[in-house]
């Protein structure tokens, strides 16, 4: 699967400040998720599909309208992995889609969508395969505005704790098993 393609058929001629973000950030979360495949071997996680899936995670940002990172789409940021999943979904790549609903955070649980008011479906979008685990784990420590830095544990836990304890428990498990 060529996940490059994918980003080209969505970025357009004039998207290489976004293009550029998003290559960046998703190469570091894929080195990382890979790092933790190297490091578990016992896990038998799937190393392609994850290297896949990393670079493609957030293509949804393409249709967000977050400027600090030179997205001029329209919908919340907030709707970046739902739109990535329904984009990845018309290319025929559900197992990659499940991947984009599900990183947002430390995955977002039907109470804590209601609980916040966001502006997502009503349902559970909580990482289940460890290949969605791992790529979600690696996701928290690098952010899309200092693409040069990885974060601490220390950092990614008081980023994730903002946002409440459900998704800072979900973390700290995945700190046991991937860590």
Known sequence: MDWEAIIDK????????????LIVHSRSVAQKALQIV?????????????????MLHDIGIIKTDAPGIHCHGTEPYIRHGILGAE?????????????CERHTGAGLSKREIEAQDLPLPHRDFLPETLEEQVICYADKFFSKTHLDREKTVEKAERSIAKFGDEGLERFKHWEEIFG
């Open 10 to 21: 969505y970025c357009g001629e004039d998207d290489g400040d976004l293009r550029h973000i």
């Open 38 to 54: 190297s490091l578990h071997p016992e896990l038998n996680l799937d190393r392609d599909f994850i290297e896949e899936a990393a």
């Open 87 to 99: 984009m990845l979904r018309s290319e025929g790549l559900p197992r990659h889609a499940r991947v």
